[in-house]
């Protein structure tokens, strides 16, 4: 879907659960079972060798504990550890799975084998064993991979079976017309529950005002909010921060700010990301006076801050563009931070490139080499923005070379950025390189960047230096480059016929 109402919702206010106590002997042997149980190397790490040592050395794995284990596990991603941790107990004479186990092995088989072995694994089950919650988790999974027919199909059957019972499966569903682009289909569920009594949660109203406010429809999205005061539903700051956020992409700014400023009177808010979302928003809405308002609010509730802190205060004002208050918070930040993160001096570079001030740019490019930092692909790129503006393009193919050297061409596909991409070829073209502009070509053409735009440019390149290359239109066709009528004209010049 093309907007963004919907990012809110995706966020998590949940506390994070207390784990294994060393207060007592018991507490201890549990974490470290899930201490020898985390530190199992990539996926292939032996679960089962494992938990049958912590056996035989005579130590009990009570359920609570490894069920414990199994959640730490699924919250750190190490999903298929977790698997391999129900695979044992479906072994072992002491312990038998209910019918939660099956729903996790479920979700569990469709993250780490796939929807097919899922789907398998919940046909061997037997029919007593098919309940509303391996059938919802498998309704999940249809959801989650956006299989449509798939889905809808199950959640018909599920209905006619009488399985749903509560808001679960529908909020899934709503959650997949919204991916797929059919958000039209949401009022239908919306009413569909009312009509079955199925209680509808806070994850379902704010869901159903994000489908709402996809099709621009403000005032059913209004209305939503209404019927949750209605029913006695707290609206909680998630849900004026959702509401908020909608506000904001339909340009509503007054309205938003009256939303963040509800957010603003409740005395116990504690949760960062409450905050997080505050000073997101006002950046957005163009107001640091409440961006100001809520860092200063965050302070006071969390009196030490995390880096994940500092990077969205850092985002907002260089948004609005503070400089004063950006500078004086970068430097609160590199003074008291115990662990030195690149993406906040990021921030800050990249106000300094962005104002021209070579200087401070390069002094803080420097203290980032001297700290050792690893080089992110974002940092690599402001360094090659710097290089480039200093006429230094030796620096800049280095930094390039590096960018290149850990890019996935699928998952970083914005590398260079298309900024950096034009600098470079000014740059070329300005100064008749053709030998840099050749290691450019093939440099993107190993992150799978070369288009027209360079080839062009490197014609241009060569014209400029008064250069021939007989094999480029061969090279050009090589590598599937379009030539346009403008391109011809230019390749006639390079390598005539």
């Not at 993160?341 to 080499?369: G, H, P, T």
Request: aromatic share 8%.
């Amino acid at each position: 879907m093309a907007t963004n109402t919907g990012r809110l919702v995706l966020m998590r206010s949940a506390a994070t659960p207390r784990w294994f106590s060393t207060a007592t002997a018991t507490a201890d042997k549990e974490a470290s079972l899930y201490w020898k149980l985390s530190a199992l190397k990539g996926i292939d790490g032996d679960v089962a060798e494992t938990l049958d040592k912590w056996v035989t050395e005579g130590k009990s794995v009570k359920r609570f504990d490894i069920m414990s284990c199994v959640n730490q596990l699924r919250r750190f991603k190490k999903y298929n550890h977790a698997a391999q941790i129900y695979e044992w107990m479906e072994k072992s004479s002491n312990y038998s799975l209910n019918n939660t186990d099956r729903a996790l092995c479920i979700d569990l088989l469709a993250k780490t084998e796939g929807i097919a072995q899922a789907e398998n694994y919940f046909n061997s089950l037997q029919e007593s064993a098919k309940t509303n919650k391996t059938y919802g988790a498998l309704l999940k999974c249809y959801c989650k991979e956006n299989m449509l027919d798939k889905a809808e199909e199950l959640f018909k059957k599920l209905k006619e079976m009488n399985l749903v019972s509560s808001a679960l499966s529908y909020n899934n569903m709503i959650s997949l017309y919204l991916r797929v682009g059919q958000p039209e289909k949401v009022p239908s569920l919306v009413h569909e529950m009312e009509e079955q009594d199925i209680p509808a949660d806070l994850y379902t109203y704010n869901i159903a005002m994000n489908s709402y406010a996809s099709v621009k429809d403000v005032n059913a999205v209004e209305q939503v909010l209404e019927k949750m005061k209605k029913k006695g539903v707290e609206c909680n700051w998630f849900t004026y921060g959702n509401l908020a956020n909608i506000y904001v992409n339909a340009g509503l700014i007054q309205k938003a700010n009256y939303c963040l400023q509800n957010i603003e009177k409740n005395k116990n808010l504690h949760d960062p990301e409450a905050f997080h979302m505050l000073i997101d928003l006002y950046a957005r809405t163009s107001n640091l006076e409440g961006v100001n308002r809520a860092w200063e609010s965050l302070k006071l509730a969390l009196p030490k801050l995390n880096n994940k802190s500092y990077l969205i205060m850092l985002l907002a004002l260089s948004k609005l563009g503070d400089v004063a208050g950006l500078e004086k918070c970068f430097k609160e930040w590199e003074s008291g931070c115990t662990t030195y993160d690149v993406r906040l001096s990021n921030v800050m570079l990249e106000s300094y490139l962005n104002r021209e001030m070579i200087e401070e740019a390069n002094l803080l490019s420097e203290s980032i080499a001297k700290r050792g930092s690893e080089l992110k692909l974002k940092t690599l790129d402001l360094f090659m923005r710097l290089s480039l503006k200093k006429h230094q393009i030796d620096s800049a193919m280095k930094y390039l070379d590096m960018g290149a050297s850990q890019a996935d061409p699928i998952k970083n596909k914005w590398f260079p950025t298309e900024e950096t991409i034009t600098m470079f070829l000014e740059y070329f073209e300005a100064v008749k390189d053709v030998d840099n502009a050749e290691k450019f070509c093939e440099t993107t053409r190993k992150i799978g960047r070369l288009d027209s735009k360079i080839y062009d440019s490197l014609l241009r390149t060569y014209i400029a230096a008064g250069k021939e290359e007989p094999l480029m239109s061969q090279r050009m066709n090589d590598d599937g480059i379009e030539i346009s009528p403008e391109t011809e004209k230019l390749l006639q010049k390079v390598c005539p016929k």
